[in-house]
């Protein structure tokens, strides 16, 4: 069995429809399918309506953007099995989304400073706009030559574009999943801001796990064999679920294939059962 359980349509920064995600994960062979776009659920809908044709079964899913200490913590947190209609989510959602518009605003104003001018019309809009969609504005322009370009010359941290996220603090995170029935895992975790603290990734996790995490995303196409290994290690430890997937994107990664990743991603039945077991125990326990 081939499961995906992190993907991006254009809802948020990834480039594909949730329906051509979702017939594209079908030519995959992927048959379970998280659609996590960033702080945005409205392809959900319209994913399962396609999967449901196609036979693929489709979790809903979101991936929140976290910030604390002024941007020098900030991570991802993956919330899957929710209800995707849960008053509270969508409301905070979409204030997360009106504070990124901001964010994007102070980029365009910093880039200008920089001496780029990009147009506000040239973002295209979407759900949850970011830096993919100032970096594809900065390759239509002529500024830069590959989206890649664009991160390393304007828009990474230290860069003169860059404006750290505007996400919500952790506890906010974890609670809006869970009181909308879900689980929450940290995304990616070696890639989060701030795990190289003292006492690194181990107690960046344990203060998560304080928090009511649930999961950790231990397999992921940035994840280096040895991160993984340790990623496992430290769920067991905390008895955390552990999930994975490709974070596609279409073509903001080319390289990256649904269900595969780079190609050695594996994400099978094992995977789903814990998670579906999980997504159960918090719905028994009704917090
Ligand atoms: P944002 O949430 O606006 O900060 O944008 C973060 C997103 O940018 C990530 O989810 C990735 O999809 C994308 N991203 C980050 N770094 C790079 C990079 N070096 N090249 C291409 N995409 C990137
Ligand atoms: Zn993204
Ligand atoms: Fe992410
Ligand atoms: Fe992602």
Avoid at 50 to 69: F, K, M, P, Q, T
Avoid at 74 to 92: E, T
Avoid at 143 to 171: E, H, K, M, N
Avoid at 253 to 274: C, E, F, N, T
Wanted: charged letters at 25%; a neutral charge; aromatic letters at 4%.
């Amino acid at each position: 069995m081939i499961c995906d359980f992190h993907t991006h349509s254009n809802v948020s920064d990834g480039s594909l429809s949730p329906r051509e995600l979702v017939e594209s994960a079908g030519r995959e062979g992927v048959q379970v399918l998280a659609l996590t776009d960033h702080d945005d659920v409205s392809g959900v809908p319209i994913a399962r309506e396609v999967g449901r044709g196609l036979g693929i079964e489709i979790l809903s899913g979101v991936e929140i953007s976290v910030s604390e200490d002024d941007g020098a913590r900030q991570m991802h947190v993956l919330g899957l099995g929710f209800d995707p209609d849960h008053p509270a989510l969508v409301d905070s959602l979409s204030r997360i989304r009106m504070r990124r518009e901001a964010r994007v605003r102070e980029m365009l104003s910093r880039l200008a400073d920089a001496g780029v001018e990009l147009p506000a019309e040239s973002l295209e809009t979407c759900g949850a706009v970011g830096r993919p969609h100032v970096a594809r504005a900065l390759v239509a322009a002529g500024a830069c030559t590959s989206i890649q370009d664009a991160f390393v010359r304007y828009l990474r941290r230290g860069r003169p574009g860059y404006v750290p996220s505007a996400g919500v603090p952790a506890r906010t995170a974890i609670e809006l999943i869970q009181a909308a029935g879900g689980i929450a895992c940290l995304a990616h975790p070696p890639l989060s801001a701030g795990v190289d603290q003292p006492g690194g990734l181990e107690t960046f996790v344990e203060r998560l796990v304080r928090l009511g995490l649930d999961g950790l995303e231990v397999w992921h196409p940035g994840h280096r064999s040895s991160q993984t290994k340790k990623l496992r290690r430290l769920a067991r430890q905390f008895d955390l679920v552990q999930t994975g997937g490709s974070d596609f994107h279409g073509d903001v990664k080319p390289d990256i294939r649904l269900g595969r990743g780079r190609g050695g991603l594996k994400v099978g039945s094992a995977v789903y059962r814990a998670i579906c077991a999980r997504i159960r125990t918090r719905a028994q326990s009704g917090d």
